[in-house]
Nanobody, 113 residues
Framework: QVQFVESGGGLVQPGGSLRLSCVAS????????MGWYRQAPGKQLELVAH???????NYVDSVKGRFSISRDNAKKTVYLQMNSLKPEDTAVYYCKADTTDYWGQGTQVTVSS
C-alpha cells in the first residue's frame, strides 16, 4: 500500500511562506490524484488543494492566489507552496491520494507573530 510522509511545516510570521512536501513510498505514484488537507483545532478536515494525474489543479477559495500545488512524479513527491500566510492557515497539513485511505502523521503549520 502506498504511504506518504509530509514535511516542511513550522512556525512562520504572517505574510511569510512555507513549502510543504509529501513523499510517497510504495504504489504507483504517477497514477494517484493527490490532495493536501488541513485540520485546525476544533475545526473539520478541509481539502485545501488538489492535483490530478495530469496536473490539473483546484483550490479552496480561501487559499486561491496564495497556495500552489505541484507534483514531481520522478521524485514521487507532491508539494504545496504557501505564500502570504495568515494566522487562519494554522493547522496540521496532510496529503492523501484520492483512491487510498492512508493518512500520514501530517506536518504542523503555525502562522503567528
Amino acid at each position: 500500500q502506498v504511504q506518504f510522509v509530509e514535511s516542511g511545516g513550522g512556525l512562520v510570521q504572517p505574510g511569510g511562506s512555507l513549502r510543504l512536501s509529501c513523499v510517497a513510498s510504495g504504489g504507483s505514484f504517477n497514477f494517484y490524484a493527490m490532495g493536501w488537507y488541513r485540520q485546525a483545532p476544533g475545526k473539520q478536515l478541509e481539502l485545501v488543494a488538489h492535483i490530478t494525474t495530469g496536473s490539473r489543479t483546484n483550490y479552496v477559495d480561501s487559499v486561491k492566489g496564495r497556495f500552489s500545488i505541484s507534483r514531481d512524479n520522478a521524485k514521487k513527491t507532491v508539494y504545496l507552496q504557501m505564500n502570504s500566510l495568515k494566522p487562519e492557515d494554522t493547522a496540521v497539513y496532510y496529503c492523501k491520494a484520492d483512491t487510498t485511505d492512508y493518512w500520514g502523521q501530517g506536518t504542523q503549520v503555525t502562522v503567528s507573530s
